[in-house]
């Protein structure tokens, strides 16, 4: 019976923990999900801002140095290149963005989540891309599609909004010509105080969503842990704390069948140990009465 008491308690207090453990795991999921995900969204802001800055700074400099003029760092009478499609085009500043820029995109996309990080005219223009979509023209337009992305203009409604944007770190999902779905985060270029056009960073949603299927993973692996844990601690905590009912069931069980010397040692001051004097009373009481019919 104290087995079966024992498995019950034990049980029923597990089922409770199971709820409460699952409660708190959902929560808890749920809240560090967010939270990465604003974590990846605020490091995908800074980048961006960081990026535009750096453009807009070198290309006053460039203009300062002598490099090019004001109106040749805003020439949008594009060039078309010949052969390609999508179009590629060159301007008057191009030739030098693609020697004092590329090394410093491609430092962004040491961030295993950034997919790209460029700077675009405000029409869209892509004068220089990073490193990894700069690869040989191969003749394969689908493959030439993703490996060679630079010097094309990028007007699509998300690429346009990206180029004409005028606030910080302005968020679109953006969804590539490539098949690709990512976060594209821009901020506004300004050369001279003028709006030259905007920094963008491509934010994967993918490995995003990696992120946080592994911290998800590694949260319910660690309340699955505790509670596995706990289990095992309700079910030996209970058992122990009923051992002493285990012991009060045997002897009152020898004392139905008329053993009525062995006493009923305290047990503390609890429930148990209230019946623990309440069984030693009626064990004295039996063993009296039963002296008192032997002498007769």
Avoid: C
């Amino acid at each position: 019976m104290f087995l079966k008491i024992g498995v019950k308690v034990a049980l029923k207090v597990n089922l409770v923990l199971l709820l409460i453990v699952a409660a708190g795991t959902f929560y808890l999921v749920r809240q560090q999900s967010e939270s990465l995900e604003a974590q990846l969204l605020e490091r995908g802001k800074i980048e961006s801002i960081l990026g535009a800055k750096m453009m807009g700074k070198i290309i006053d400099e460039a203009i300062d140095n002598g490099v090019f003029t004001v109106t040749d760092a805003f020439d949008t009478d594009y060039e078309p290149i010949a052969g390609f499609s999508p179009a590629k085009y060159h301007t008057k500043y191009d030739f030098y963005l693609d020697k004092s820029i590329l090394s410093i995109l491609d430092e962004f996309l040491r961030d295993d989540s950034v997919v790209f990080a460029v700077a675009v005219d405000r029409n869209g223009y892509l004068p220089t891309h990073n490193t990894r979509f700069q690869q040989p023209i191969s003749g394969d337009r689908e493959k030439d599609l993703l490996g060679n992305r630079t010097k094309r203009i990028f007007n699509d409604p998300i690429g346009l909004k990206a180029a004409l944007n005028t606030g910080e770190a302005f968020r679109q999902v953006y969804v590539r010509d490539t098949g690709e779905t990512m976060w594209d985060i821009s901020t506004p270029i300004y050369v001279k105080g003028k709006h030259w056009g905007g920094f963008r960073v491509g934010f994967s949603l993918e490995k995003t969503e990696l992120a946080k299927s592994a911290l998800q993973w590694t949260l319910y692996a660690i309340m699955g842990g505790i509670f596995i844990f706990s289990l095992f601690l309700v079910f030996v905590v209970v058992n122990g704390t009923l051992q002493p009912l285990a012991r009060l069931t045997r002897i009152a069980s020898e004392l139905a069948d008329g053993k009525i010397d062995r006493k009923f040692e305290p047990a503390g001051k609890d429930e148990i140990g209230q019946l623990s004097d309440v069984l030693e009373r009626l064990r004295v009481s039996l063993k009296a009465a039963m002296e008192r019919l032997s002498r007769r």
